[in-house]
């Protein structure tokens, strides 16, 4: 199960894994927090089932959370992927998917967790930045490292050009992890990820 808000390239390169029967996991469902996104057009084009959910459609952030639970835990995911979704998960989501939810960031934390990670690697001139798969807990990109892989940053680098290079090592390790977890199983300890 994928949550996206944006182009949806992770998802895509899930889409595409999950089409060879050797990988070992499919995407059962992807939602939104957002109409009208890529992420959504290209789970359609794929034939997966799209919901989306907005938080301006409920009374208050506890009441989305509450259906964006009971609306993931119809499809009854092994592993919840939140690929470029810009909503936090609230409590009950997280009592609900403990340890079972993760997310992909665009930096190699615990530098620049929050909205604007590869802006915030060029302002503050790191030679090296990077991608970070993790579990999902209470805080913000706080949670147990899955996996990480590092890009170069270039002195000419701005944002989008950072971002853009992070993605394609991003989709390569959200693939081959997200597949080696369904695959292999995982447990957790302390911060302590191990796959199999
Ligand atoms: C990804 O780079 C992901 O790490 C980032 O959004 C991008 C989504 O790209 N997520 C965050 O910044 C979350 N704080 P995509 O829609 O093409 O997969």
Redo the contacts with the bound molecule.
Sequence with gaps: MVL??????????LLDASGDPAYGARVVAVGADRDGI??LARAERHGVPVFTLRVADRSDRTAWDAALTTRVASYDPDLVV?????KLTGAQFLARFDGRTV????ALLPAF???Q??ADAVAHGVRVSG?TLFVVDAGV?TGPIVAQAAVPVHLDDDAATL?ER??TV??TMLVESVGRMVREGWSIEGRKVRIG
């Design positions: 996206v808000s944006g182009s949806g390239t992770n998802l895509q390169a890529e992420g939140l690929a470029g979704f810009l997310n992909t960031h665009p967790p929050g909205m990670a590869p991608a990109d971002h992070i993605k991003e989709r």
